[in-house]
């Protein structure tokens, strides 16, 4: 009988130092295979790691250190994981194709290398780090000196923007997502690698439990997740939520394949699991025309095995897939999945060893304000809406990212004054589209930093300040 493989170990983090937990799980993969070990931290040692990462001295890491823990990221062997090994891992438990992953490790690297810059465009004008003597003005100070990180599991490249909060000088204390514990492990292990103090890093996997415990010791939160996140924390003024995208298509012109290239993009980049993924489309031509054009192009999406470099769709275990198209349907009100004929063995695909492929849903819809148009899933589902000039804005609301596809700038400029629709695109861009300072929810920095007056007597010595 050949040996049994050894699972691999994901410790607690307590401020750059390991510790090792009395209460573990294992983590399996969406096939059920035992891949690795998790330390689960209590919510009284959560309380005590925020203490912990207070207690350092000021030392925040500079550009050059971000830059090189990206570069470590991407290339090296860190905490036993090779980036091929930490792909597929990340890939069999999180049920995210492995390509996924795999660009994920440029992507990532890219932000870190990025955060100077991107601070440097998101400070406002006129405030500084430092004033020289005899000059009283303003500087861009921190709210707190702890931000505890809730983190999701939908997507490595999400991780990247708690990095903005390490360049403002936060020290962190990340909850992972508990299925993908691996990208935030990864992370900080590149950047303690890199240089950075090891204060100012920490990873406590746990429960519920131990995020509340969190949020409630650090000084600001940064909270991932869904409605329910919002009904747990929304009243705290101290988190900073990152729900639901929502993000939409308006289509004012013919359809075109380019405008399908664009829309069918906007839904399956990254197997449709980001938050800026387009989950509706909203149409002034014919619905059922666009919808019926989408479902045969999004259909030949290929449903594989989460470590096959041809998956192209999310994984999970076969009765949550099945249970989550249930719930789709249950959800339907009237609207015609379009996509029906075209998988002679259903929705979901069986790969036979007890995970399953979500194949893409089209949902067509005869009214502008069907619920449909709120519904987001962790998979690519796209509602497709009639849509006329007279109802404005309306039925696009609460909106991440919104590309419009026709030249009609003015259009774009109603869309910027809607404020619930947070990104505007105009033209054949796909809904996931961001230059490298754009903001992604608002400025992240904005919401760590304010301005503050401070000024200093000329007789004060510079070396003191």
Known sequence: MAAATELYEIPLLRAGRTARSAEQAELCGVDGTPLATVHLAPPLLARLTVADARRGEDRAPDAAVLRRAGELFATAELAGLTPERYCDLQARVAGVPVTVAGHSLQDVAKTFANVGARLAAERPAGLGGELAPGEINAVWARRGDVLAV??????????????????CGYRLVVRPGTRDPFTPARMIAALMAAGVAPHYLSLL????????????AADLSLVFGGDAAERRYGRDRRVILRGPGRSKLLHTGPVTEETLDVICDSVGYDAGMRC??????????DPKELATALAERLARLTAAPPQSPQAQVPVLPVAEARALREHLAARQ???VDVTTALYPDGPVADFGDGSAGLRPAVLLC???DHPGARIELSFPCVWVLPWERSEGFGPLRDTLALTILGDEPELARQALRERSIRKVLLGPLPTHSAGDVSPHDGYLSHELMEARGFGAAASVPPSSL
């Open 150 to 167: 809730i983190a999701p599991s939908n997507n490595p490249g999400t991780h990247t923007q708690w990095l903005t909060a390490l360049g």
């Open 366 to 368: 005869d009214r502008s």
């Open 333 to 335: 009100e009237g609207a």
């Open 276 to 285: 800026t993924n387009a989950t509706a489309v909203f149409t002034e031509g």
């Open 205 to 216: 996997p746990g429960s519920h439990a131990t995020g509340d415990a969190l949020v409630e």
